[in-house]
């Protein structure tokens, strides 16, 4: 049984483990452009940010690890195409490459605007460890970055600039960070923060071209032209499909390849995992593309395992999300009031700001709940937070309370832990979804 | 309607808020025979450890805000006897006063030792805030002091000891810290925090007889004699049941007085809550007595809504619960191996030990989650926890689990939060979840 990966991230690592683990006998192969694997791609933001002191620190296991495990990883190789009528894949200075199950983990890539200088130097996608240790030896010598759009890597790097004391812009077309999941009411103490960093915020404005002889000096856009020693872009995530789409294989309508619950592509030899592919929403069983690591390393164990000839199931995801923005953290599940009006989604909301510990203990911060309820089935359809801590904690619980079926009544009588130095008498989940349940039941 | 409360913890002041609000023109009188009402006892072990600057913090409301509600409380009053045929107490300097409804949240005392010496002055029973702001003035001028028993406020108390630079001796018949509830792998690392701190610790040892003339001077002990200038009673909560008790309410096995699901007693006419009742167990159904002040606050507004005429449930507890302790913290819900072998359940745990950020991220700590599983229903018996952060929300979500019934399995395929800065690539929870699941399976 010989099962090639093709992608070195979380979902290909994945997948190679799991099929290790499920037949140790496997040949596990696993072929990636870069020249490092098993590192956090994640953490790179805040090695700009200074909050992490090396680029080093990022790395999870050493290429000895992954031999000794008896998995084969292919660095800085290019896969050319799927042959899938012989089973077989060609690599760039390797040639035809055989594979009993073929598993796709080729991730994604930004969004390119499709605007004037696009190809200049001084545009940064925040991405790869290697291009990013240059990257961070180029911004000591920054004054000026333009944000264009603003994500969630987009989220972090603004903060990384604001904590290397570059002068920033942020030019968004959209009315407010992330608003395709985050509501504004959430993010608001977020722009708030960035305002009073002195962020130059500009909210419903593009960037019409890049400019510059070689690199990028300035950009231009709606409101005019802006100085740029550095361009970070934060455009959305688009799945890395082509090898796909020319070997024939189904493409879903979010341009990420279509899996069934076992990962298993149009091809019952190809398998695929993480951003690649699209996954199925739980709540609203329409298909989502573009999450987090930690979903592409159990979709690749769900992958990989079945590869091998185990069986395990993915579940829907309910999309626990959390993160840093500004001095705050944000998170939730699922999604907010604006994709819920967005798509015609009848919906209540129950809401509160409480606190984390008991209001006199140091530390103590504010945290807002919002969630909300499918006013027939009393289910969760939802919930956004913006918080001083806890924030990650909460949103997990209320995903699996969400995929569990729990209805808000099961959350407004919710008991709780209450201890001044790590809670407050009241949870802020249990006070919001009481909220709810008042309006729920016309008391309101 | 007249509504009258014993007891002005948040037992009797969350029945009087309650009271009020489902029935406005009720008139409401809380009797309490202390100084004080609305202020956190729960707090006073920080200020004695100077993580609060003063006791002035602790005040949550003013009695003003009281008198606003329309809520009548009678200060430092002492109710004598409950007359039930004729629906009145009597009240000390009051004479007798009628109720159409009577509340009570008479609250708990520790259990005192049946020893030579207990009424000495210098020991001190960490309750009442007053009494409180008098022991921290004695306690610049303490050097010893001696911790009897140790119960959830006696680690509080141990830590603020050793915060102080007090020279503290710990003696305790049990095995180790809050033996009862807490498993010993738990709070190995709090013991260790306290023997790095210089805490004499002497488990298995009892405190014979309090000496000294008037004031404590030193405990004899099975080991011998120890210098004190202050002893800590953190022996076991016991019920404030006399007045209940000789009004011949019926009274359960923990010696709390026994109420329904409306927190009625054995009288129509009568409702308990807090410390002084006692609640079903929602894992065992056996009943339980002594949670904390979140638990008595929900169970006197489930009380005041029903004496008031309205209609609330209150639900068999899961107890979650967590705390400071050392430099930890510590908490889980229902019990651990400790009790669950006590009481000869059968269980099968889960257990891992993962972190609360991304390795490399700054603050990242290591949190332990071990998770007691019915072998049969697959649910959860009970959790505990040591760790950094985060202890208290995941206690909060695994209560709900195990009360909304969630299988192991549910928490093993469990999505995450994945962020450096809030969140580990894997869930702890997941990880241990998952190891119960390998060990149902008998893959273990």
């Known amino acids: 049984m010989k099962i090639v990966m093709i992608g070195g991230g979380p979902g290909g690592l994945g997948a190679a483990g799991a099929a290790k683990g499920t037949d140790p006998k496997a040949e596990t192969i696993v072929y990636t452009q870069f020249e490092d694997v098993a590192y956090s791609p994640c953490g790179i933001p805040f090695v700009h940010g200074k909050e992490i002191d090396s680029f080093d620190r990022l790395f999870l296991a050493t290429k000895e690890q992954y031999m000794e495990q008896g998995i084969d990883v292919h ?28 598993i796709l983990c080729s991730g994604w890539r930004y969004k390119e605007l499709d605007i004037p200088g696009q190809d200049l130097d001084g545009i940064y996608r925040v991405k790869n460890i290697r291009s990013a240790m240059n990257w961070d030896k180029f911004l000591d010598n920054v004054k000026t970055a333009v944000v264009v759009e603003c994500g969630p890597i987009a989220v972090e790097m603004v903060s990384a600039m604001v904590h290397r004391g570059i002068k920033t812009t942020l030019v968004d077309p959209n009315p407010w960070p992330m608003a395709d999941v985050v509501d504004p009411d959430i993010i608001e ?11 130059d915020m500009r909210w419903g404005e593009r960037v019409t071209a890049f400019r510059g002889d070689k690199t990028v000096t300035h950009v231009e856009t709606t409101f005019g032209d802006v100085q740029a020693d550095i361009v970070i872009l934060g455009t959305p995530k688009v799945p ?24 298993q592509t149009s091809d019952p030899n190809i ?3 993480g951003d690649c592919a699209e996954i199925v929403h739980g709540v609203t069983n329409l298909p989502l593309q573009g999450l987090t690591g930690s979903h592409a390393y159990a979709q690749g164990k769900v992958a990989g395992v079945n590869a091998a000839g185990g069986e395990r199931i993915y579940q829907p995801v309910h999309v626990p999300w959390g993160m840093l923005a500004g001095e705050w953290m944000i998170g939730g599940f699922s999604f907010g009031e604006t994709t819920a009006t967005a798509v015609g989604m009848e919906y209540v909301c129950g809401k509160t700001t409480g606190i984390t510990r008991a209001r006199y203990y140091p530390g103590v911060r504010p945290i807002t709940v919002k969630l909300l309820v499918d006013p027939k089935t009393r289910g969760l359809l939802g919930a956004q937070m913006v918080g001083g801590e806890g924030v990650k904690e909460r949103a997990d619980f209320l995903g699996v309370a969400s995929r569990a079926g729990l209805t ?6 919710m008991e709780n832990v209450y201890s001044p130095a790590i809670g407050a008498l009241n949870e802020p989940i249990q006070i919001a979804a009481a909220d709810a349940v008042m309006k729920l039941d016309g008391k309101v």
């Open 408 to 413: 808000i009544d099961a959350l407004a009588t």
């Open 189 to 199: 103490p977020v722009r708030k923060d960035w305002e009073e960093a002195g962020v």
């Open 240 to 263: 890395n499909n082509d090898l796909a789409t020319e070997a024939g294989l189904q493409i879903g309508s979010t341009g990420g390849i279509v899996i069934d619950s076992k990962g």
């Open 75 to 102: 660095y800085e190789t290019t896969v050319n195409a799927i042959d899938r009528a012989n089973k077989r894949i060609n690599v760039a200075g390797e040639g035809d490459i055989s594979y009993d199950k073929l």
């Open 271 to 273: 398998y695929a995992a």
